[in-house]
């Protein structure tokens, strides 16, 4: 073989390697990632209140998370109802205007009275300020209102918030204080 005939046997295969690796890498990128197992829920920061309600979806997690899901969900609920009220106002249908405002109000209230313990916790476990309160949950808040993709599913999704918030009145009604949310 020449030396011409090697140079070029060496660079095709220098390509083929480089063209392999590059390939494998990708591959490697483009993997999915492994699932890991979610263990039991507890809190993030062992300064965090847990709540203590066996048989709830809030059982062993951080108040104030528990607290920020619920007024995530309830924050949507009041989403949805303000949009379709104010489509109702531009028909105009002013009964199905002033119901779907009222509910919106109401789903308001519900959402402000838990991102309050969200904060209220926060605040005394772990001697920060309301605003720091505020970006800790603010995250896990709209991740909950997220997941619930339209109206129906939200409304289900809040079923066993009245039973948090009346958990946590009877063990802290310093922090939960509001009892319009308990009628749900």
Not at 24 to 47: I, L, Q
Request: net charge positive; hydrophobic share 40%; glycine share 4%.
């Amino acid at each position: 073989m020449s030396t011409r005939s090697l140079t070029a046997l060496g660079a095709t295969l220098a390509l083929i390697a480089v063209l392999f690796a590059s390939q494998t890498d990708a591959a490697r990128r483009h993997r999915e990632p492994v699932a890991t197992p979610a263990g039991p829920a507890s809190p993030a920061d062992k300064r965090d209140r847990v709540v203590a309600a066996p048989g709830t979806p809030f059982h062993g997690k951080a108040y104030w998370q528990a607290a920020a899901q619920c007024g995530g969900i309830y924050f949507k609920i009041r989403t949805v109802y303000s949009d379709e009220a104010a489509k109702a106002k531009v028909k105009p249908d002013l009964p199905a205007y002033e119901r779907l405002s009222k509910s919106a109000d109401t789903a308001s209230q519900a959402a402000t009275a838990f991102f309050e313990a969200a904060e209220r916790f926060l605040i005394a476990d772990r001697k920060v300020t309301r605003d720091d309160a505020v970006i800790t949950y603010d995250p896990t808040s709209s991740a909950a209102g997220d997941r619930a993709k339209n109206l129906e599913a939200a409304v289900q999704a809040t079923k066993p918030c009245p039973d948090l918030y009346h958990a946590c009145r009877a063990a802290y009604p310093q922090v939960c204080n509001d009892g319009t949310v308990l009628t749900n």
